[in-house]
């Protein structure tokens, strides 16, 4: 039976990013020029950290995201098994969670949204991080960087500045250009 519900897989494709990379601010841009895209971000259904009064959005929570991420599983899978492409903004995987098949069933590609260490470590601070969250946030940065060689930059290279000019400083990378570079990677027709 489950195999019948999964036929006619549209394609999915991973935009992973660690704490502060700029997922939740650059959602609504990718959403306003998606096309036929479907796009999630795994965050969208939580209220302030927790899933029905559940908290999963932080790391003593790590015992739970397993069914988190079988949930946000079912929910692409829905998605896609009438052959919708997805565009999933997640959080940085494990090793083992690239290879097809251990977490998301292919057609899949996976990139980076990332940014520099000392704008990412501004960008917790601001939002009320421990310092220890913020070493976690770090850690998976690098470990996304080490993993997926497409990356996409929500700060300029060379200008240190920051998605939509916030406070990081320096000038802004135009989030509706990199919506549209990440949109184009996501129907395959960008790198």
Known sequence: MEDRLMAGRGPLRLLAGAPGA??????????EAAGGLVVMDMD????EGALLGVPVAEPAAAPVWPAYDRLWGRIVAMVRRVGH???LLCP?????ELAPGRRWDG????ALLDCPDDVRRRRLEARGYAEA???DAMADARQGR?????AFASVGASDGGAVGGSPDGGAAVDPAALADRVLAWARGDGA
């Open 92 to 96: 940085v995987p494990d090793a083992e």
């Open 146 to 150: 080490a993993l997926i060689p497409t």
């Open 107 to 110: 057609p899949l590609r996976w």
């Open 85 to 87: 492409p997805v565009l």
């Open 22 to 31: 700029g997922k939740t601010y650059l959602l609504p841009y990718l959403l």
């Open 44 to 47: 969208e259904i939580l209220e």
């Open 133 to 135: 969250e913020i070493e």
